[in-house]
């Protein structure tokens, strides 16, 4: 945990947030009968919360669910009974979809910069990593790509390409996760006020990476060199300061993510590509076969790569084709099953029922 004493500022408060107090918790506040926490850690039925002063346990009153809160998360908490009074309004959120239920997953909240970290090796997918961005853009956050692994290489430059080349203004890091001179690279992310998510797969160095910018001592685990799979060291996401001062969330490895809400996210990603479709000559383009098609002629006249475009044209077909998945928790859904099951049931009478003929 970080050192005390700590301020509000600190751990990350601003003026976004002090705007959202009333008069009243505002005089609260002087009073310290009011105390804003910044959650650390959320568990299926508490959460851990750091304050200016100490850490704090919290337990969500029953009209509370744990995961309506995420880590880097402001509440405002009653300091006699410890209950939570609110949920302040997020400056971001970075979030995914779960598709069996058709709702989304808070990853972190009140993040600048989302370290999307991948590797030299067979863990790089320019689609996985196309959904990180897309991500990020949704939420208003900075993406930067960390390459890791470079030392497992002998030339990391088309790794490094091919990243940069997923989006005009990307920054791009290769490094070698053990070597603290390259890992201080990173920390230009991270001074005092900067609030980081970082994420990828298991196995490509994000514990070393957590390790050296917060001075920590957590589990790193390796992978196979077979297939560049990882085992799983951090099973939760949590919040830690950063030596430099700012604060970093570190997320359980991730290998397949499912966007939640994320066209507008997309749209700024290929931003070049958003501008053409305002061009076709038909408003609802499907940009296949239709005359007027501006993509079309900009793929024929090499204006626009080929490349890109299926990049595009996928992402926006996923993420569609998750967003129409049925909610099992929808009475349509549940009529569905009550029938199929009734059915099933008549079906076993009818076989149990002595012929009588």
């Known amino acids: 945990?970080?050192?005390?004493?700590?301020?509000?500022?600190?751990?990350?408060?601003?003026?976004?947030?002090?705007?959202?107090?009333?008069?009243?918790?505002?005089?609260?506040?002087?009073?310290?009968?009011?105390?804003?926490?910044?959650?650390?850690?959320?568990?299926?039925?508490?959460?851990?919360?750091?304050?200016?002063?100490?850490?704090?346990?919290?337990?969500?009153?029953?009209?509370?669910?744990?995961?309506?809160?995420?880590?880097?998360?402001?509440?405002?908490?009653?300091?006699?009974?410890?209950?939570?009074?609110?949920?302040?309004?997020?400056?971001?959120?970075?979030?995914?979809?779960?598709?069996?239920?058709?709702?989304?997953?808070?990853?972190?909240?009140?993040?600048?910069?989302?370290?999307?970290?991948?590797?030299?090796?067979?863990?790089?997918?320019?689609?996985?990593?196309?959904?990180?961005?897309?991500?990020?853009?949704?939420?208003?956050?900075?993406?930067?790509?960390?390459?890791?692994?470079?030392?497992?290489?002998?030339?990391?430059?088309?790794?490094?390409?091919?990243?940069?080349n997923l989006s005009p203004s990307l920054s791009v890091e290769a490094l070698n996760v053990h070597d603290p001179d390259q890992i201080h690279r990173l920390e230009k992310w991270c001074q005092p006020g900067q609030n980081i998510a970082m994420i990828g797969s298991s196995g490509v160095g994000k514990s070393t990476i957590l390790n050296a910018l917060c001075e920590l001592d957590t589990a790193t685990g390796a992978i196979r060199e077979s297939d560049a799979q990882g085992r799983h060291t951090t099973t939760a996401r949590s919040l830690h300061q950063t030596k430099s001062g700012g604060w970093l969330v570190d997320t359980p490895g991730i290998r397949v993510l499912h966007l939640y809400e994320a066209e507008k996210g997309i749209n700024r990603l290929f931003t070049d590509i958003t501008e053409l479709t305002e061009k076709c000559h038909f408003r609802d383009c499907t940009h296949n076969d239709e005359p007027g098609c501006a993509l079309k002629a900009a793929l024929s006249d090499r204006t626009l790569d080929r490349t890109r475009f299926k990049r595009w044209k996928k992402l926006l077909q996923d993420s569609h084709k998750l967003s129409d998945t049925p909610d099992e928790t929808s009475p349509s859904w549940q009529e569905q099953r009550r029938i199929t099951k009734a059915i099933k049931q008549d079906q076993k009478r009818l076989k149990r029922k002595p012929n009588r003929s």
Do not use: Y
């Not at 196309?130 to 002998?154: N, R, S, Y």
């Open 1 to 164: 945990m970080p050192r005390q004493p700590l301020s509000l500022e600190d751990l990350g408060w601003s003026h976004f947030f002090h705007s959202q107090l009333t008069a009243d918790e505002s005089e609260q506040l002087k009073l310290m009968t009011l105390v804003p926490l910044r959650i650390t850690d959320v568990h299926r039925i508490r959460l851990h919360a750091r304050g200016k002063d100490r850490s704090h346990i919290l337990v969500p009153i029953k009209s509370q669910n744990t995961a309506n809160f995420a880590v880097g998360d402001w509440v405002l908490t009653d300091l006699i009974t410890g209950h939570i009074l609110r949920l302040l309004e997020r400056k971001t959120v970075l979030q995914r979809l779960i598709p069996r239920s058709n709702q989304p997953q808070l990853i972190a909240a009140n993040i600048d910069t989302l370290f999307i970290v991948s590797s030299c090796n067979a863990d790089f997918k320019t689609g996985w990593i196309d959904q990180f961005l897309a991500m990020a853009c949704e939420a208003d956050v900075t993406p930067v790509v960390i390459l890791t692994k470079t030392d497992k290489t002998d030339n990391p430059t088309p790794w490094i390409e091919q990243a940069k």
